[in-house]
């Protein structure tokens, strides 16, 4: 299942209160989905991860397809 651009503005709504453009928004979150690698240039909010982990699964997304930095779920 791919995300849509507005289910990615809204993860992009969970995980940060930043403002920055669509463009910003999508690419940002496209990596920290499916990056290992990525880390926050910028706090992400409290708790995040799980309110994350619980939009995907109120909109019947694979959580096998997410490529996520292991590191998340232990802050």
Do not use: C
């Not at 990056?35 to 994350?52: A, G, I, V």
Request: hydrophobic share 40%; glycine share 2%; no cysteine.
């Amino acid at each position: 299942m791919n995300l849509t651009e507005q289910q990615l503005l809204e993860i992009y709504d969970i995980v940060f209160s930043n403002v920055h453009s669509k463009g910003f928004k999508t690419a940002e979150v496209r990596t920290l989905l499916f990056d290992r690698e990525y880390w926050f240039m910028q706090k992400p909010k409290e708790n995040w991860y799980e309110n994350l982990i619980q939009y995907l699964q109120s909109i019947n997304f694979d959580l096998s397809l997410l490529k996520m930095n292991s590191a998340f779920k232990n802050i």
